[in-house]
C-alpha cells in the first residue's frame, strides 16, 4: 500500500495469492465440495477434466471425487457460466443461474433464428418442462419423447435432441431442470428443487449478484466487471447493470492497481494480497483449469498472446497447464505412462520440479506413475 493508501501490488504477488487461494500451492485439506466452493464450481464439460481439477488441489484427491459429490447431492451438475456444465454447490450454483438467466439470451433475435424457438416457446418448455420431470429423472431421450408428445413442441426436437444442449441451457437458467444421475454412459435430467436437499430456489439477480461476485473476486481478483461478465457470459450482460452490482457492494471492495492495471479486490484480502511474497515455482494443473478460465485466456499478464492458441485450442478445448510462479509457461499431455511437457519460447523444462509434479498428475489420474518427457 503506498502512502496515499492505494494498493498496488505486482502481478508475482496476485499469481502467488491466487495460487494459495485457489488450493495450487499448498494443496489443501478439502474436498470435491470445497474445491468447488473456493472456485466458484468446476469446469464439468468433461468429467474427467473435472476430477483432474479437484484431485490436484487436494492433499489425498483421487479420481472419482467430484462423481460421489454429484452423486451424494452435495453438488449440482448444470449449465452455467458461458453456458457450459459446471459443478457447483448449490448456493453458487443458483446464484450462477440467476445471473446467466438476466442476460435473457433467449429473447435476442440471434438466438430466437439460430434454435428456431421463440421467447414464448421457452417460457411454454419452462412450464411443461417443470411438470413432467416433477419428482422423476428421465434420460434426455425419454424426456424429449415426453416434450415432444405435445403437438406445440414438434418443431423444436432436432434441437431438443441436441447434445450442445443450447436449447436446454435457458431451461437450467430458470431452474426448471438439471442433470441427474448419471446411467452408464446416458445423461438424465431432474428438477433440481427435487434433485438436491434444501434446493434455495433461483434467487433475484440483485441477490444473486451480492453472493457471486464476491466468491469470484475471492479467488480471481482483482478484477473489473468487464473480466467478471466475460467469465460469465462473455460478455451477454449490459454493462451497466455489472457495474451497478459492483457498485452495490461499497466498501466491501477496495481497488487495486497491478502494474499499471486497476481492478477489485475484496476489503477483507486486501492486506493479505499486499502482503503477499512472490513464489517460486512449479505446478501442473489439468485441462479446462479454472485457473485460467477463470481470469480468461485472454489476460495477457497471465498468458502471453502469442501463446494462448497453444492452450486455447480447436473446439473449445483448454489445455492442461504448466504454471512457472503462477503465470502459465507452457502445456503438457499424458498418453500411457508418459507426460510430454512443451514450454513456450524454447526455455528449459524445469525437470525436477515437473517430476515431483508428475506424482501428483499420477494419483489424480489414477496412474501408479508418470515419466517426464520435454519436446
Same mark, same amino acid.
Given at each position: 500500500?503506498?502512502?496515499?493508501?492505494?494498493?498496488? =501490488?505486482?502481478w508475482?504477488?496476485?499469481?502467488?495469492?491466487?495460487?494459495?487461494?485457489?488450493?495450487?500451492?499448498?494443496?489443501?485439506?478439502?474436498?470435491?465440495?470445497?474445491?468447488?466452493e473456493?472456485?466458484c464450481?468446476?469446469?464439468?464439460?468433461?468429467?474427467?477434466?473435472?476430477?483432474?481439477?479437484?484431485?490436484?488441489?487436494?492433499?489425498?484427491?483421487?479420481t472419482?471425487?467430484?462423481?460421489?459429490?454429484?452423486?451424494?447431492?452435495?453438488?449440482?451438475?448444470?449449465?452455467?457460466?458461458?453456458?457450459?456444465?459446471?459443478?457447483l454447490?448449490?448456493?453458487?450454483g443458483?446464484?450462477?443461474?440467476?445471473?446467466?438467466?438476466?442476460?435473457?439470451?433467449?429473447?435476442?433475435?440471434?438466438?430466437?433464428?439460430?434454435?428456431?424457438?421463440?421467447?414464448?416457446d421457452?417460457? *411454454?418448455?419452462?412450464?411443461?418442462?417443470?411438470?413432467?420431470?416433477?419428482?422423476?429423472?428421465?434420460?434426455?431421450?425419454?424426456?424429449?419423447?415426453?416434450?415432444?408428445?405435445?403437438?406445440r413442441?414438434?418443431?423444436?426436437e432436432?434441437?431438443?435432441?441436441?447434445?450442445?444442449?443450447?436449447?436446454l441451457?435457458? $431451461?437450467?437458467?430458470?431452474?426448471?431442470?438439471?442433470?441427474?444421475?448419471?446411467?452408464?454412459?446416458? =445423461?438424465?435430467?431432474? @428438477?433440481?428443487?427435487?434433485?438436491?436437499?434444501?434446493?434455495?430456489g433461483?434467487?433475484?439477480?440483485?441477490? *444473486?449478484?451480492a453472493?457471486?461476485?464476491?466468491?469470484?473476486?475471492?479467488?480471481?481478483?482483482? *478484477?473489473?466487471?468487464?473480466?467478471?461478465?466475460?467469465?460469465?457470459?462473455? @460478455?451477454?450482460?449490459?454493462?451497466?447493470?455489472?457495474?451497478?452490482?459492483?457498485? @452495490?457492494?461499497?466498501?466491501?471492495?477496495?481497488?487495486?492497481?497491478?502494474?499499471?492495471?486497476?481492478?477489485?479486490?475484496?476489503?477483507?484480502?486486501?492486506?493479505?494480497? *499486499?502482503?503477499?511474497?512472490?513464489?517460486?515455482?512449479?505446478?501442473?494443473?489439468?485441462?479446462?483449469?479454472?485457473?485460467?478460465?477463470?481470469?480468461?485466456?485472454?489476460?495477457?499478464?497471465?498468458?502471453?498472446?502469442?501463446?494462448?492458441?497453444?492452450?486455447?485450442?480447436?473446439?473449445?478445448?483448454?489445455?492442461?497447464?504448466?504454471?512457472? @510462479?503462477?503465470?502459465i509457461?507452457?502445456t503438457?499431455?499424458?498418453?500411457?505412462?508418459?507426460?510430454?511437457?512443451?514450454m513456450?519460447?524454447?526455455?528449459?523444462?524445469?525437470?525436477?520440479?515437473?517430476?515431483?509434479?508428475?506424482?501428483?498428475?499420477?494419483?489424480? $489420474?489414477?496412474?501408479?506413475?508418470?515419466?517426464?518427457?520435454?519436446?
Amino acid at each position: 500500500m503506498d502512502a496515499g493508501g492505494a494498493v498496488r =501490488v505486482s502481478w508475482d504477488q496476485v499469481f502467488a495469492w491466487r495460487m494459495r487461494r485457489q488450493f495450487v500451492l499448498p494443496r489443501g485439506d478439502v474436498d470435491a465440495v470445497g474445491v468447488a466452493e473456493r472456485l466458484c464450481g468446476v469446469q464439468a464439460q468433461v468429467t474427467s477434466a473435472a476430477e483432474t481439477a479437484v484431485a490436484l488441489r487436494c492433499t489425498a484427491g483421487e479420481t472419482g471425487s467430484v462423481v460421489r459429490a454429484l452423486a451424494d447431492r452435495k453438488l449440482v451438475k448444470t449449465w452455467a457460466m458461458r453456458g457450459t456444465l459446471h459443478a457447483l454447490t448449490p448456493e453458487l450454483g443458483v446464484a450462477a443461474l440467476s445471473l446467466m438467466g438476466s442476460a435473457r439470451t433467449w429473447e435476442k433475435p440471434a438466438w430466437t433464428r439460430a434454435a428456431g424457438a421463440t421467447p414464448e416457446d421457452v417460457a *411454454a418448455l419452462v412450464k411443461a418442462v417443470g411438470e413432467i420431470l416433477d419428482g422423476t429423472v428421465l434420460t434426455r431421450e425419454e424426456l424429449v419423447a415426453a416434450i415432444v408428445a405435445e403437438p406445440r413442441f414438434h418443431p423444436l426436437e432436432a434441437h431438443l435432441r441436441s447434445g450442445w444442449g443450447s436449447m436446454l441451457k435457458p $431451461l437450467a437458467w430458470q431452474g426448471a431442470l438439471c442433470h441427474g444421475p448419471a446411467q452408464g454412459n446416458r =445423461v438424465t435430467f431432474a @428438477n433440481p428443487a427435487h434433485l438436491i436437499p434444501e434446493w434455495p430456489g433461483i434467487p433475484d439477480p440483485d441477490d *444473486a449478484a451480492a453472493v457471486l461476485i464476491p466468491a469470484y473476486l475471492g479467488v480471481y481478483g482483482p *478484477a473489473t466487471p468487464d473480466i467478471f461478465d466475460t467469465w460469465l457470459t462473455r @460478455n451477454f450482460l449490459r454493462k451497466a447493470t455489472v457495474r451497478r452490482w459492483f457498485s @452495490n457492494l461499497g466498501d466491501r471492495l477496495t481497488e487495486v492497481e497491478v502494474e499499471g492495471r486497476s481492478g477489485f479486490i475484496l476489503t477483507e484480502h486486501a492486506d493479505e494480497l *499486499a502482503a503477499t511474497k512472490p513464489v517460486a515455482s512449479v505446478n501442473l494443473l489439468g485441462p479446462f483449469d479454472q485457473y485460467v478460465l477463470g481470469p480468461g485466456t485472454g489476460d495477457t499478464a497471465l498468458l502471453p498472446a502469442e501463446h494462448r492458441s497453444k492452450v486455447s485450442r480447436a473446439a473449445g478445448w483448454i489445455s492442461p497447464l504448466v504454471l512457472v @510462479n503462477g503465470r502459465i509457461a507452457g502445456t503438457w499431455e499424458s498418453s500411457g505412462e508418459g507426460l510430454a511437457v512443451s514450454m513456450f519460447d524454447g526455455v528449459p523444462a524445469p525437470m525436477a520440479k515437473l517430476k515431483r509434479e508428475a506424482q501428483h498428475v499420477a494419483r489424480a $489420474l489414477g496412474q501408479a506413475g508418470l515419466t517426464v518427457t520435454s519436446g
